[in-house]
């Protein structure tokens, strides 16, 4: 099993949501309110003001899925919230050992 990660822009939560949805088998998601900013090396002429206060709103996304599902979510996730600009986001993958379901403690595929 794997967890898929994403830090995305705002306005780009519903679209992702509908392809999201979209997806035979989808497992569904979490989203949490974050909040980030650009590494300032990737963008010219930053005041120091800029680099201390430009934090912007972001959510992140959680999505539990089996290893055969991972390209399809990344690939969505990619195509659904690139805007070509700085700040789009970040996606990753990390393993998960074990996760059982709260309601009966059933050990999950």
Request: glycine fraction near 6%; proline fraction near 5%.
């Given at each position: 099993m794997?967890?898929?990660?994403?830090?995305?822009?705002?306005?780009?939560?519903e679209?992702?949501?509908?392809?999201?949805?979209?997806?035979?088998?989808?497992?569904?998601?979490?989203?949490?309110?974050?909040?980030g900013?650009?590494?300032?090396?990737?963008?010219?002429?930053?005041?120091?003001?800029?680099?201390?206060?430009?934090?912007t709103?972001?959510?992140?996304?959680?999505?539990l899925?089996?290893?055969?599902?991972?390209?399809t979510?990344?690939?969505?996730?990619?195509?659904?919230?690139?805007?070509?600009?700085?700040?789009?986001g970040?996606?990753?993958?990390?393993?998960?050992?074990?996760?059982?379901?709260?309601?009966?403690?059933?050990?999950?595929?």
């Amino acid at each position: 099993m794997k967890e898929v990660r994403a830090i995305i822009r705002p306005n780009r939560r519903e679209r992702l949501r509908i392809a999201l949805r979209e997806i035979p088998n989808f497992p569904g998601m979490s989203m949490f309110s974050a909040q980030g900013f650009t590494a300032p090396a990737s963008i010219d002429k930053r005041t120091v003001r800029d680099e201390l206060t430009d934090f912007t709103e972001k959510f992140m996304v959680c999505v539990l899925c089996p290893d055969d599902m991972v390209e399809t979510i990344r690939g969505v996730i990619i195509q659904s919230c690139s805007s070509g600009q700085f700040g789009d986001g970040l996606v990753w993958v990390l393993d998960v050992a074990e996760v059982h379901r709260i309601r009966n403690g059933e050990l999950m595929d």
